[in-house]
């Protein structure tokens, strides 16, 4: 049974630090992996995809990895900013349905 | 496009009453999912379709919950009879299935249901 873990639970750091979010599978004959964002109150928005034969996505000032073999990924974050505050959540895709993991609370402080 | 529609927003609701979630996906999409968020449980996946067919229902906690997807355009997700226990965010995600390779592209959430059972 696949099994998605996100360390830290929590992080809070200050303005324009650079950081890493980690995201861990037990089962590594995954399809995709997609990171979101939720905000508080909101619904989950679609930050990331990477498909299993690739390595890395890019979007803007997010970097996110991906690691079959190891079961892991990474969404690094460039040059953070208040607005990036939010819940940060992975998802692996096997057969037909997504697992997610319980989510990185990110804070950044101006 | 106008995304993942949900309606209602919110539902505050008396034990033992009937709920019905609706939900409009993507157009072009031929997958679609409910799942239920909660402070202890974190995002659950309750019932996922495939071209209007459930797939895998393993998820739906017990026969008081019920899903249909009569169209590609619209699916429902009932309760009956609710309890307290059942108050969370019920949230519909649509995809799309590449046929041959099962894996999905990009999954698009819509904004979720709040729902209080009293």
């Known amino acids: 049974k696949q099994e998605v873990t996100q360390i830290p639970a929590a992080l809070s750091v200050p303005e324009g630090e650079n950081l890493v979010l980690n995201c861990s599978f037990t089962?590594?004959?995954?399809?995709?992996l997609q990171w979101f964002r939720q905000d508080p109150g909101k619904g989950l928005t679609s930050l990331l995809l990477?498909?299993?034969?690739?390595r890395e996505q890019t979007s803007g000032r997010l970097n996110a990895s991906l690691d079959k073999s190891s079961g892991r990924s990474t969404l690094y974050i460039a040059a953070s900013q208040p607005g990036d505050s939010a819940t940060y959540l992975c998802?692996?895709?096997?057969?037909?349905?997504?697992?997610f993991g319980t989510g990185t609370r990110l804070k950044v402080l101006a | 496009d106008a995304g993942v529609i949900q309606s209602p927003r919110h539902e505050v609701t008396e034990m033992g009453q009937e709920v019905t979630l609706r939900c409009k996906p993507i157009?072009?999409?031929?997958?679609l999912f409910w799942y239920r968020q909660t402070m202890m449980r974190g995002l659950e996946l309750l019932i996922y379709?495939?071209?209007?067919?459930?797939?895998?229902d393993s998820g739906m906690p017990e026969d008081r919950f019920s899903a249909k997807m009569p169209n590609a355009s619209f699916s429902t997700l009932k309760i009956q009879p609710s309890e307290p226990r059942d108050s969370a965010v019920y949230f519909c995600?649509?995809?799309?299935?590449?046929?041959?390779?099962?894996?999905?592209?990009?999954?698009?959430f819509g904004p979720g249901t709040r729902l209080t059972v009293l």
């Open positions: 995600a649509s995809s799309l299935l590449t046929s041959g390779t099962y894996s999905y592209n990009e999954q698009f």
């Open positions: 089962d590594s004959a995954i399809y995709n």
């Open positions: 990477i498909q299993s034969s690739q």
């Open positions: 998802a692996v895709s096997g057969t037909y349905k997504y697992i």
């Open positions: 157009s072009g999409h031929n997958s």
């Open positions: 379709f495939n071209n209007n067919v459930p797939i895998d």
